[in-house]
C-alpha cells in the first residue's frame, strides 16, 4: 500500500521512507476521538481525512513524542520509533518538495527583511544630515 502524509504541504511518502530510515509513518489514534480530532486539526487540511488509512509522518514530531525502545536498546538492535500515547503532531511549517513554505513563515522573512532595509535607510540618512534622525513622536 503506497501512502503519503496527510500533514497540508508535506510530500512525504511511503517510497521517501524506504530511501531515509530515519522517516517513519504514525496512523491516526482512532481509538481516542478527542486526539483523532486534534491530529485531524493539526494536519490543516481543507478536505476530509480518512482516518482509518491515514498516517502522519514523524518529521511532524519531536523526539520527546517518542518513548524508548529498551528492548533493541538493550540488544544493540536498531531503534523503533514508538509514539507516546498522547502524542499529537506539532511541528507543521515544513518545507515541501516543491519549495512551498507557510504563509506565516514567508510573512515573517519579509517582515525582517523590510526592517533591515529601514535600519539601512535610516543609518544612511543620519551619516548624510548634520541632524540626527528623530525616531519617535
Not at 503506497?2 to 504514525?26: G, I, M, P, Q, Y
Not at 482512532?30 to 502522519?56: E, F, G, M, S
Not at 502524542?87 to 513554505?101: F, H, I, Y
Not at 551619516?127 to 534622525?133: F, G, I
Request: net charge positive.
Amino acid at each position: 500500500m503506497t501512502f503519503t502524509c496527510s500533514v497540508a504541504k508535506c510530500r512525504n511518502a511511503k517510497r521517501a521512507a524506504e530511501n531515509n530510515n530515519d522517516l517513519t509513518f504514525h496512523r491516526f489514534p482512532v481509538k481516542n476521538k478527542t486526539l483523532c480530532q486534534v491530529w485531524v486539526t493539526r494536519c490543516q487540511r481543507k478536505d476530509k481525512i480518512n482516518v482509518k488509512n491515514a498516517r502522519v509522518c514523524s518529521d511532524h514530531f519531536v523526539h520527546t513524542d517518542y518513548e524508548r525502545d529498551l528492548q533493541n536498546e538493550l540488544l544493540g538492535l536498531p531503534q523503533k520509533k514508538i509514539l507516546k500515547p498522547e502524542a499529537v503532531p506539532r511541528k507543521m511549517n515544513l518545507k515541501s518538495d516543491t519549495g512551498e513554505q507557510n504563509v506565516s513563515t514567508r510573512a515573517t522573512r519579509m517582515n525582517e527583511r523590510a526592517r533591515k532595509d529601514l535600519v539601512q535607510i535610516l543609518l544612511q540618512n543620519e551619516e548624510t544630515s548634520d541632524d540626527p534622525v528623530k525616531i519617535g513622536k
